[in-house]
């Protein structure tokens, strides 16, 4: 019950965000406005997975990995950590790159198209073609602009096994980019909705975690509830 509360309160300020960034920079899209390309918009970053038969690379409680695998677990729209992380051995033994808070990341392969907003530094593996955005530009235009932009990335992908987004196409995607003012004004409206929305993901994924905890030992009479009156 409090799960989707919260979750539906999420879902309502997503819809706010959505709708005002359709306004802004679809509907009211300015002629003037520069067109670009995403590298514009900020620095294309991929991803490298260290050498997997070696235990010193990874650890319970290092430095955030992620991968598509994460993204399509977690539908939050912030990760800070995956199922594994690194250790600085694994970080420097491999071509991976620590990103900032605020990296939209993008997954280029298998699928393509998850996307998130890294809420404290990350890396990822070569499943991505991330984008940390331009002081200037921001996180929230980034990654709406990538949600909005997905038919069109989707289409420029190449591959004969699979489908992918390499690093040079993903630079190249053409971008609007939009004057300094508009984008302050949304910058601004979204960044209370977006401390917001962290709060209760956080919330959501603590009562998850609770909820799987609590089940095993209620369905093994571990935690007794013979005296409980409903």
Avoid at 78 to 94: A, C, P, Q, R, V
Wanted: proline share 6%.
């Amino acid at each position: 019950m409090l799960y989707s509360f919260l979750q539906n309160i999420n879902d309502n300020l997503e819809r706010q965000v959505q709708a005002y960034f359709q306004e802004l920079f679809v509907d009211n899209a300015d002629p003037a406005w520069t067109l670009g390309t995403i590298s514009d918009l900020g620095t294309v970053v991929g991803g490298s997975t260290p050498s997997k038969s070696n235990p010193e690379y990874y650890t319970e409680d290092g430095i955030a990995w992620i991968t598509p695998k994460d993204l399509s677990i977690n539908k939050a729209k912030f990760i800070s950590h995956g199922e594994n992380d690194i250790t600085e051995l694994g970080l420097k033994n491999s071509s991976a790159s620590i990103m900032p808070e605020g990296t939209v990341l993008f997954s280029s392969r298998a699928p393509i198209g998850y996307i998130a907003i890294a809420s404290d530094e990350v890396t990822t593996n070569q499943g991505f073609k991330s984008v940390v955005p331009k002081p200037a530009i921001g996180t929230a235009y980034v990654y709406y602009f990538l949600k909005h932009n997905l038919p069109v990335i989707e289409g420029m992908a190449s591959g004969s096994t699979f489908k992918e987004v390499s690093g040079s196409t993903m630079k190249n995607v053409p971008a609007v980019i939009p004057d300094t003012e508009t984008l302050t004004c949304f910058n601004d409206f979204c960044a209370p909705i977006f401390a917001h929305q962290r709060i209760l993901e956080d919330q959501n994924q603590s009562l998850v975690a609770l909820r799987d905890s609590i089940l095993p030992k209620l369905m093994s009479g571990e935690i007794d509830v013979s005296g409980i009156q409903f």
